[in-house]
């Protein structure tokens, strides 16, 4: 079982800087695929950022270039999403998620993007951004 508590987040201003971490426990950090996901009030859940197997992170295209997806190099228990250039659209409720890696029959891995395969959430953490 793999629990995930986020923190951070909270108010900030167009074109300023938040920072959100979720702290992962339960479970090695390697063994699964981790990332955040963000719904907004009368939206669907959509993802954020997520880690490949190889430990690359790749991005929603609506943060491409703004947002940085880290693990604490000392821990190795701890996601960060660093946020920057925020705009008035990313406020949403942040989750900190967890899936298992899908493997497939000819050898490989990958993590999966959808977050109905993510089997593991955070409570989440309020992002609130104004112009």
């Known amino acids: 079982q793999v629990s995930l508590a986020e923190s951070g987040g909270g108010s900030g201003q167009s074109g300023g800087s938040l920072s959100i971490s979720c702290v992962v426990s339960?479970?090695?950090?390697?063994?699964?695929?981790l990332g955040w996901f963000r719904q907004a009030a009368g939206n669907e859940r959509e993802r954020v950022a997520t880690?490949?197997?190889?430990?690359?992170?790749?991005y929603a295209d609506s943060v491409q270039g703004r947002f940085t997806l880290s693990v604490d190099s000392g821990s190795k228990s701890t996601v960060n999403l660093l946020m920057t250039s925020l705009k008035q659209e990313d406020t949403a409720m942040y989750y900190c998620?967890?899936?298992?890696?899908?493997?497939?029959?000819?050898?490989?891995?990958?993590?999966?993007?959808?977050?109905?395969?993510?089997?593991?959430w955070g409570q989440g953490t309020q992002v609130t951004v104004s112009s």
């Open positions: 339960g479970g090695d950090v390697t063994n699964v695929c």
């Open positions: 880690f490949e197997t190889d430990g690359s992170a790749t």
């Open positions: 998620a967890a899936a298992w890696p899908i493997y497939y029959r000819r050898g490989g891995s990958a993590c999966p993007e959808d977050p109905s395969t993510f089997a593991f």
